[in-house]
């Protein structure tokens, strides 16, 4: 890694310590400030707009150590749109609809103006016309789901923040193994700010990131892994090792999905059943703890993704192992439905433990026996 790229993450992580202070000074004198909610856990009077702190590093930053381009004009456009999106939403908490169309434009900005398009994708049998417009398709929803993930992370003091440095700096090791030092340097520069926010956004946080910075932040990660991570071709390396290393958020978005549909809630209606609530509520284990275990979980998925490089078969153990570890967790906690236990019910087959789901407890296998019952009637 050379000096160059190394200093800008130095020179952003001391602007973002200067900035975002001050920032959240004029912020709480505006009345800018986070409001509860059932999803919040804070208490006291706190500013809500550290991510104009990070924003106002990174653009300092991206002017000193960046050369432009057009797609780096693109993505500094594109990043513009989503973090005034996210300010006003900040401020006058704009409507749903309202919130998705400004994320959408912006993800437009990179995929026409940039050229930023999920790469090597193409469809058997049809025109490669219509393979484009699929893949235009998928990159926009890339985009705005992923802003979205890291936008609903941001529950617990420092999780966000913390969670997208160690994806941002995995991109940053990946893309110089395969020789892109130029996306390597985007990726500190943005660490870095955001590195100098998380030193007051750690528990008991100063000061919060705001959906400015959350949208910011998750746009800047989606469309720095649609150039590709370094890697020079297919559509799975494209998305396949940000999805790795984007786990934790992916999944937990996944799995809000699926529980406010079998629970009948819209999507946009909060609730304390994340991941990280279930950590500091369920586990008890407090914020800091819960954060911590969060941390190291994303560690093992971005090893897994830069561990891929060399070692494809250790790499693909690593992560079912870690999927089959979530899954247990998921059923355990309760996090989709208190009835969901299809591993847990599977494993007791073998156990045979009281404390856990019996197979004969289950509507399938109820029905199975309902339906034998009247065969022999």
């Not at 994806?167 to 130029?182: A, H, M, N, Q």
């Not at 078969?313 to 009835?339: P, Q, S």
């Amino acid at each position: 890694m050379s000096l160059e790229i190394c200093l800008s993450f130095v020179v952003t992580f001391i602007l973002s310590l200067i900035l975002v202070p001050t920032v959240g000074k004029v912020s709480k004198q505006l009345g800018i400030i986070a409001h509860t909610n059932k999803r919040t856990i804070h208490k006291g009077v706190i500013a809500r707009t550290g991510g104009y702190g990070i924003y106002m590093s990174f653009l300092i930053g991206t002017m000193i150590f960046l050369k432009t381009d057009t797609q780096i004009n693109a993505m500094l456009i594109g990043g513009f749109i989503m973090f005034l999106t996210g300010f006003y939403d900040d401020i006058h908490d704009l409507s749903p609809k309202l919130k998705l169309l400004g994320q959408i434009i912006a993800a437009l900005v990179v995929i026409i103006y940039g050229d930023i398009v999920l790469k090597g994708f193409s469809l058997p049998f049809l025109p490669d016309s219509v393979s484009y417009i699929f893949a235009i398709m998928i990159t926009i929803l890339w985009i705005v789901g992923i802003s979205n993930a890291i936008n609903l992370i941001d529950g617990l003091d420092g999780l966000c923040a913390g969670i997208s440095i160690i994806v941002l700096v995995t991109i940053s090791l990946t893309s110089l193994t395969y020789g892109r030092s130029d996306i390597s340097s985007l990726s500190l520069l943005l660490a870095g700010a955001i590195g100098g926010f998380l030193v007051f956004n750690f528990h008991p946080a100063s000061i919060f990131l705001g959906d400015c910075g959350a949208l910011f932040i998750g746009f800047m990660i989606a469309v720095i892994s649609l150039l590709g991570f370094g890697y020079k071709s297919s559509s799975f390396f494209t998305l396949g090792a940000p999805i790795v290393v984007l786990m934790v958020p992916i999944m937990d978005t996944f799995i809000a999905i699926i529980r406010r549909k079998v629970h009948h809630k819209s999507f946009s209606e909060a609730d304390r059943n994340h991941l990280h609530h279930k950590l500091m509520f369920s586990l008890e284990l407090g914020q800091t703890k819960s954060v911590l275990i969060l941390y190291a979980v994303t560690v093992l998925f971005s090893l897994c993704s830069y561990l891929y490089l060399f070692d494809k078969v250790g790499a693909t153990i690593l992560f079912i192992a870690l999927m089959l570890l979530f899954e247990l967790f998921v059923e355990a906690t309760n996090m989709i439905d208190r009835k969901y236990k299809p591993f847990l019910t599977i494993l007791n087959i073998f156990i045979k433990s009281e404390y856990l789901p019996s197979i004969k407890d289950t509507k399938p296998y109820q029905k199975i026996i309902q339906k034998a019952k009247k065969d022999m009637l």
